[in-house]
Every structure is written in structure tokens, then in C-alpha cells.
């Protein structure tokens, strides 16, 4: 019982990604028609701002130090932050500590207006072409934008780790009543868990009980209609581009501590995001948040060793074989509109 | 060497040796190892009075694209070696090539068994250590640091080399009396390993063995402590964690969670002998931080080709494999070495290496724990994790 409670929670926290960027891809599906394959390298970039803010905080003036001598016996070279100088040693080091979370304040502003320059220099161009020219384009764009980050960060993953109140793990199985150590979760798994439930409420909250956000409802519903009534559509919907590239930056920043950003990990998500999107039902947003969450504890599940054990590479396949149950029995998906995806 | 891809760091590094070893040929810089190498063969004025030049291809650590990569530095640049290469299935696919081509191919960053086992070549030769020489460097040091009773779990890569390293850890680790609790293949496309950490936490074993290479292993160890499994108790034993073979480069994506992780390296820039002084002076001089093994073996393997055509006095290829079949060399930062003749494999000692608990800077991150002896690590030819291959005969080309 305890196993399986375990590969739930770690089912939650994978599918906590996977709904985040599925909630993007679907945004910018239902508001603007389209198959956005940058959208993993938008989380990528949202996990290189934490490294970005990282490299700024530990940015400083070097002294030589004699005592100790670096690889070639010349001595080391010792750098004092400019933050500890300003602020002080331990505000300084408070600072660095909590990179992560801080990196939030810039990757937001900084994703947002990505996703403006991405919509009205590329994207815009391609709004009546057929999906397989914005497939081809956007997944251009992500190639483009990791060879980008590649060149400036080099391949290897680059260490971004949580805040040290956060770091190792907690018993989480004692509070459910269970033997101690039985369930033993990492904190900054349960932080991102808590984090994604609050961004996905906070973007359907934006949706619900603004006036943009009726008006952009209205839109993903009926564009032409809402374009007579002289509401300028297209202006809310770039603004929903750069929400949704947010969304997934902010996703992507603070996935950081869980595994070290690289310049691949958008492409690692994007496949599996577009599965969870089909699967939750193109266009729908509680669908993509649903079947965020439903196939991650799947993929964890799949995981196990009895089940491995049973079907012999399950883990690697089993998502795929719930999209072609989904697409052949209800191509709409899980939450989908009736007729989207199914004329 | 791949220039992009997720070896791309260790390509570049291979790539920064490569100019460095040309240099060293032809005269410019300090010399590097060519002044601690044992034969006194090559004095500055290239190969056989003929200066060294190159071209360098990305492999994009795929074995299709270094196959064609290679194929295409044969036909149109007239390449007479290729070498580099930064995975077993790149390293097995242009030595194919070069045995058909009759080239010679010295293989650059290349661990699973087949290299030099089911795959060898009569044109090929490995200067790096393989998946059995890790194993048999590592057992005894985990039996000294462990004990005798242990019961082991592994992540296994599921691609050849993954199931090579398993195999030979394992093997390895029964003979002197632990346990294998569990293999549990991984996908190599896997990015997020928790769903494969929890199962342990409930499956009695005491050591977890990550077979995972790069990126994955990266990410498979962040998990595993992420998940508390470094300060659990199991069986009344400190539960630990063993990664068999360790990437400089990717020990730094670790971070803190590579402290005190037992594993295994060919060959570290920390070693106080003077080849690899040497060669650090060079390397670090020239680029501004040390050499990562992967420059280390690719640096070795161009001087040894060079050296042999020398001796041979000539670049047919069979009178270089026959100049390095069985050839005895030292001063390259490995101590006494040898190419066997058997399998093109080169026998030296090989280093255990552990994550380093007090990093002076970011490339202090593995402390040397034990030279292991090439005794140790040395098997017969004939040895059932290198079984089914022929080196065949040496093709000399056109």
C-alpha cells in the first residue's frame, strides 16, 4: 500500500509538469490554432532564467589567494560576490540560496516577452497555414532556441538546487498513519506539486473571473463573432501567447532542483506533453490539467517492478498505447469539445 | 567527436586535445607528453617528417552520423586515421567502417565490453578501459568500504552498454559474496528516474548500483538522494550508492549530491605522475581548466598512432597494427601500458574515484581513492563478457 501510495505522489509531481506545459500547449492551441513545438523549449528557457539569476548573484570581483593553489600551482583565484558586498554575508548568501524561487520574478517578465516576440515576429505568419507548416516552423524555432542555450551553457546539466530549508526529504508516510519511513518524499517535489496546483488555479481564475479573460473565452469559442462586436481579439490573444509561454517558463524554473537543466529537457517534455494534450482533448484546459496529472501516475505505475515484470518495457510505451486507445475510441479526448478532432 | 547531442561537452573537450596533440606534433607549444612518452620516436617534425594536419566532424553522439561522418573524412579528406568518438555504439560503428575502408581507428571515449569484444577489429584500437576493468577495480574497494554482505539493486541504461556495465558489476560483486537483490532496465529517454528510485526504498537492498552514463546518470542519482535513499538505514546498514563508471565533466551536473559516490575512472588529472603533469601544464595553460579523461585518451591515442607509424616507418595500416599489437609504452599518465595483441585492448591500472565531500573549486569534484593495478583488472581474451568476436584480418586499404 505504501509502494503504491509512493508512485502516486511521484505521479503527481511528473504529472504536475506535464499539466503545466500541456496547460500552455492548449492555451495557445484554443486561442490561436496553433501546434506550438517551441513550447518545450519555452520551459527549457524558463529552467535556464534560474540558471541565468544564479550566474548573476555569484557574480564578483576575484582575489588571488596564495595559501591555496589551483591545478597548475598558481594560486587560486577567490571571488566575493557583489551581492554579499551590498547586502552583506548572510543576506548575500540568503539570496543565492534561494536562487529558484527568486528566478520566479525575473522569468515571468522575461518569458512573457518571448512569447510576444515569438507570436508577432513568427507565429502570427503562420495563423492560416496548415498545422504542418507551424509544426515544422515552431519545432525549427525550438532546434534553433536549444542550440542557443547549448551555445551559451554549454550540454551538461548544470546544478540548480533548492532552497536549503527545502533540500532532502520528508516522512510523509507518518503523517498518513503509516510506519515511519515507509513513505519518504522529497520537499521540493511536494513544493512543485503545491507551486503547479497554484499557477493551474491561478490561470483558470484569470479565465474565469476577469473581463479579458471572458473576452478571450468568448474568442477560443467564437473569434469572428467577438471581432465584430469591435474587440480587438488578436491583441488579447498575443497577450495569452506570452501567458502561456509564463506558464511554462515558470514551470520549467522551478523544476530546476528536481533535474538539472539542460539544454534538452524541453524536447525530453514536448512529446509526452502533446500526448497528454490530445488525451485531455485538444483545446480543453481542465482536460489538459486531468490528463496532466492521470498519465503521469500511469507513467509511474508503469514503472514498477510487477508490472515490468508483467509487460516487459511497459514504462516506455504505455503512455503512447493510451493515445491510440484514446484517438481510436474518442478521438476528442478526455475533456475535448464534441467534433474537435473528430470530423 | 560529438559537437552536439548530450556529449557535446566532452566532444568539444576531445576536440581542444586533438588540437593541442597536432600542435605537439608538428613542433608548436610545450611538447606535452610527447617529452614524458617512453619511445623517443616523435621529435616535433610530425609523422614520418610529414607535418599532421586534421578535420574534425560532429558525430552528434549517434552512431548513423559518426559512421557518415567518418565515411565522408575517408572519400573526400583522404583521412589515413580516424579516432575519437564519444559512446560505444559510434565507437563499434566506425570501426566497422574503418576495417572495411582499411583505416585505422583509434577509438576515443568507448567503456562497453564489445568495443573490444564481440566487435573488435583488426583496425581498431581502444586506449580507454571498459565495463569488466570497472568492475574489477571497484569490487574489491566496495568490499573493503561496504563489507562482505550487501545486497545490491541496479538501474541498468537499457542499451548495450548499460547491460555490459550491469553485467560485469554484478559478476563482480556475487563473486565476492553480495547479492543482487533486483536489475531494473531504465529507458535511456528517461529524464525523471523517481518512479524508479521508490521501488528500492521497500526492496531490502543495502547499495544501489546506478549503471547510467551522462545525463541519465545526472538525473538518476539527483533522485535517488533527493529521495533520502543516502541516509537510510537498511538491514542495519548505511544504504549507498555506486555509480561504476564516472564522467568529470558530468560529476559537475551532480553537484552536491556526487559527495562521497564511490566509482571508477581511466584516468584523472590529479595523478602526480609526470606524463599527466605534463599534459595538464599544456591542456590547462592553453584552455584555462583541466583536461577531462576524454581529452586524456584521445591526447594518448594520437601519439600512439603516431609513434607507431614512425617505428613502422611507414602509414600502412597493417605495419601500425602490427607496431601496436603487444607494444609496451609508459609516461602517457596511466603508468606501464600495454596494447594486447589479442583484442587491441590496452591494459593499464585503472583509478576508483569518489565524489569529493569538500570542493575546493568546480573541477575539484572527485578525489582518488585507490590506483587499482592492471593485474587486477586484466582477463583473458577469451573471458565470457568478451566472448564472440574475431579481430579478423588487418585490411590495408587501397
Request: with cysteine; hydrophobic share 45%; net charge negative.
Amino acid at each position: 500500500m505504501d509502494a503504491l501510495l509512493l508512485q502516486v505522489l511521484n505521479g503527481l509531481d511528473k504529472g504536475s509538469a506535464y499539466a503545466l506545459i500541456a496547460l500552455g500547449l492548449t492555451l495557445i492551441f484554443g486561442t490561436l490554432g496553433v501546434v506550438n513545438f517551441a513550447h518545450g523549449a519555452l520551459f527549457m528557457i524558463g529552467a535556464f532564467c534560474a540558471v541565468i539569476l544564479n550566474g548573476l548573484f555569484r557574480m564578483g570581483f576575484e582575489t588571488l589567494d596564495p595559501t591555496v593553489l589551483d591545478f597548475l600551482g598558481n594560486p587560486t583565484k577567490v571571488t566575493t560576490t557583489y551581492i554579499e558586498t551590498w547586502f552583506g554575508p548572510e543576506l548575500g548568501a540568503a539570496l543565492i540560496d534561494w536562487t529558484v524561487p527568486l528566478s520566479l520574478l525575473l522569468t515571468v517578465p522575461v518569458m512573457v516577452l518571448i512569447g510576444y516576440v515569438m507570436e508577432r515576429g513568427l507565429i502570427k505568419h503562420f495563423y492560416k497555414r496548415p498545422h504542418a507548416d507551424q509544426i515544422l516552423v515552431t519545432f525549427g524555432l525550438a532546434i534553433v532556441l536549444q542550440e542557443v542555450i547549448k551555445a551559451f551553457f554549454g550540454a551538461n546539466p548544470i546544478p540548480t538546487p533548492a532552497p536549503e530549508a527545502f533540500q532532502g526529504s520528508f516522512d510523509f508516510g507518518v503523517w498518513l498513519g503509516f510506519e515511519v519511513n515507509a513513505i519518504i518524499y522529497p520537499w521540493w517535489r511536494m513544493v512543485y506539486f503545491v507551486f503547479s496546483l497554484i499557477i493551474i488555479g491561478a490561470v483558470f481564475a484569470f479565465l474565469q473571473f476577469t473581463t479579458f479573460g471572458m473576452v478571450v473565452r468568448a474568442g477560443m469559442a467564437d473569434r469572428e463573432t467577438v471581432g465584430l462586436l469591435g474587440i480587438n481579439i488578436d491583441r488579447r490573444f498575443t497577450l495569452m501567447f506570452g501567458l502561456a509561454a509564463a506558464v511554462a517558463g515558470v514551470a520549467g524554473a522551478m523544476y530546476g532542483p528536481i533535474n538539472s537543466p539542460n539544454y534538452h529537457m524541453g524536447m525530453d517534455f514536448l512529446v509526452l506533453s502533446f500526448v497528454v494534450v490530445v488525451v485531455g482533448g485538444m483545446g480543453s484546459l481542465p482536460g489538459a490539467v486531468l490528463a496532466g496529472f492521470l498519465l503521469g501516475i500511469v507513467e509511474s505505475f508503469a514503472s514498477l517492478n510487477e508490472v515490468k515484470s508483467i509487460m516487459p518495457g511497459i514504462d516506455q510505451i504505455i503512455i503512447y498505447l493510451i493515445a491510440i486507445g484514446i484517438l481510436l475510441t474518442r478521438p476528442r479526448g478526455l475533456m475535448g469539445r464534441r467534433g474537435v478532432m473528430e470530423e | 567527436m560529438p559537437l552536439s547531442g548530450p556529449y557535446a561537452d566532452e566532444g568539444a573537450d576531445q576536440l581542444r586535445a586533438y588540437e593541442l596533440v597536432v600542435e605537439h606534433l608538428n613542433g608548436q607549444g610545450d611538447g606535452g607528453m610527447i617529452g614524458t612518452f617512453s619511445s623517443k620516436t616523435l621529435d616535433g617534425t610530425g609523422i614520418l617528417g610529414k607535418k599532421v594536419a586534421f578535420v574534425s566532424g560532429d558525430t552528434q553522439t549517434k552512431a548513423d552520423a559518426a559512421r557518415a561522418t567518418a565515411k565522408s573524412m575517408i572519400e573526400k579528406d583522404g583521412a589515413i586515421m580516424i579516432t575519437g568518438g564519444s559512446s560505444s555504439s559510434e565507437a563499434v560503428a566506425v570501426q566497422g567502417l574503418c576495417q572495411e575502408a582499411g583505416i585505422i581507428f583509434m577509438a576515443g571515449l568507448t567503456h562497453a565490453n564489445d568495443t573490444t569484444g564481440k566487435d573488435r577489429k583488426a583496425n581498431g584500437f581502444r586506449h580507454f578501459f571498459n565495463c569488466y576493468m570497472s568492475a574489477a577495480a571497484l569490487a574489491p574497494v566496495l568490499e573493503k568500504q561496504y563489507g562482505k554482505e550487501r545486497r545490491a539493486y541496479h538501474l541498468t541504461a537499457d542499451y548495450n552498454w548499460g547491460w555490459s556495465q550491469q553485467l560485469a558489476i554484478s559478476q563482480a560483486t556475487e563473486a565476492m559474496g553480495w547479492a543482487t537483490v533486483e536489475n531494473v532496465l531504465t529507458p535511456l529517454a528517461s529524464t525523471d528516474f523517481s518512479a524508479y528510485i521508490a521501488p528500492v526504498l521497500n526492496s531490502g537492498a543495502d547499495v544501489l548500483f546506478l549503471n547510467h552514463y551522462g545525463g541519465n546518470m545526472v538525473n538518476s542519482l539527483t533522485a535517488a538522494v533527493q529521495f533520502g535513499l543516502r541516509d537510510k538505514q537498511v538491514n542495519g546498514k548505511q544504504m549507498e550508492i555506486v555509480v561504476p563508471l564516472y564522467s568529470e565533466l558530468m560529476a559537475q551536473g551532480a553537484g552536491e549530491n556526487i559527495r562521497g559516490i564511490l566509482g571508477s575512472s581511466n584516468w584523472s588529472w590529479q595523478l602526480q605522475d609526470a606524463g599527466t603533469q605534463a599534459f595538464v601544464k599544456s591542456f590547462g595553460t592553453k584552455y584555462g581548466f583541466p583536461p577531462s579523461q576524454a581529452a586524456h585518451t584521445c591526447y594518448a591515442q594520437a601519439l600512439l598512432y603516431a609513434d607507431a607509424a614512425n617505428r613502422a616507418g611507414t602509414f600502412n595500416p597493417c605495419a601500425i597494427v602490427e607496431a601496436l599489437e603487444g607494444y609496451a609504452f609508459d609516461g602517457l599518465g596511466n603508468g606501464p601500458t600495454v596494447y594486447r595483441a589479442d583484442d587491441h585492448q590496452c591494459f593499464k591500472d585503472v583509478l576508483v574515484m569518489r565524489g569529493k565531500e569538500a570542493p575546493a573549486n568546480k573541477f575539484d569534484v572527485l578525489e582518488l581513492v585507490e590506483v587499482t593495478p592492471v593485474a587486477q583488472v586484466t582477463y583473458a581474451p577469451d573471458h565470457p563478457q568478451f566472448a564472440g568476436g574475431e579481430l579478423g584480418t588487418c585490411n590495408p586499404g587501397a
